[in-house]
């Protein structure tokens, strides 16, 4: 059964930093993991997905890796704004139960001004 | 604008009072998906439907009932709330489910408090 896990729960950061956000999961055999924000009060934003035959996704100042073999993702934040700021969640396919996705707990991110 | 649209996006309520969170998207998707949002247990899925007339259960489907009548819509119905079903719920849709690459598309949620 798969399984998301993301450390840590929270982050701070002053702005400016570049910054790495992990997410760990149990079953390599992973069909794609997406990684979204989500913003106080509001849904959840697709950042970047990426397929199980690549390696990383790029959007801006946001690149996701993915390391089936380690069961690993990170999303890599470059130059982090205060507008960074959100809850950061992945969440993974798995070929073995493709009707759904497994979400992590999420990092909680603050850039200080 | 391409969206997935729930109501209402708060409720307080009590124990019992049959209620219903509608869930509507624009975007001609098949798959659907309904999640409960809670401290510490993150996200889980309650009920998914592959397309019109097809629902199934996801991980956490006790006291909730789905139907997905027409392609757009996907109703969550409480038929007896109780105070454990207090949450933050999401509708979500993807073009496809199964094994595709399309991406969710998550609305802004529905919070749920049952007294």
């Known amino acids: 059964k798969q399984e998301v896990t993301q450390i840590p729960a929270a982050l701070s950061v002053p702005e400016g930093e570049n910054l790495v956000l992990n997410c760990s999961f149990t079953?390599?055999?992973?069909?794609?993991l997406q990684w979204f924000r989500q913003d106080p009060g509001k849904g959840l934003t697709s950042l970047l997905l990426?397929?199980?035959?690549?390696r990383e996704q790029t959007s801006g100042r946001l690149n996701a890796s993915l390391d089936k073999s380690s069961g690993r993702s990170t999303l890599y934040i470059a130059a982090s704004q205060p507008g960074d700021s959100a809850t950061y969640l992945c969440a993974g396919k798995a070929y073995s139960s493709a009707s759904k996705i497994i979400f992590g707990s999420g990092t909680r991110l603050s850039i200080r001004p | 604008e391409a969206q997935v649209t729930q109501n209402p996006r708060y409720l307080i309520t009590v124990t019992g009072k049959k209620l219903t969170v509608t869930c509507s998207q624009n975007?001609?998707?098949?798959?659907m998906s309904w999640y409960r949002q809670d401290p510490g247990l993150g996200l889980r899925q309650i009920y998914y439907?592959?397309?019109?007339?097809?629902?199934d259960k996801g991980d956490v489907p006790e006291g909730y009932k789905v139907s997905r009548k027409e392609k757009r819509n996907f109703p969550l119905i409480l038929e007896s709330p109780s105070p454990n079903q207090t949450s933050l719920y999401f509708c979500a849709s993807s073009l496809i489910g199964g094994l595709s690459n399309q991406p969710q598309h998550f609305g802004d949620g529905t919070r749920l408090s049952i007294l």
């Open positions: 990426i397929q199980s035959s690549q």
């Open positions: 975007m001609n998707h098949e798959y």
């Open positions: 079953d390599s055999a992973i069909y794609n």
């Open positions: 439907s592959m397309n019109v007339e097809v629902t």
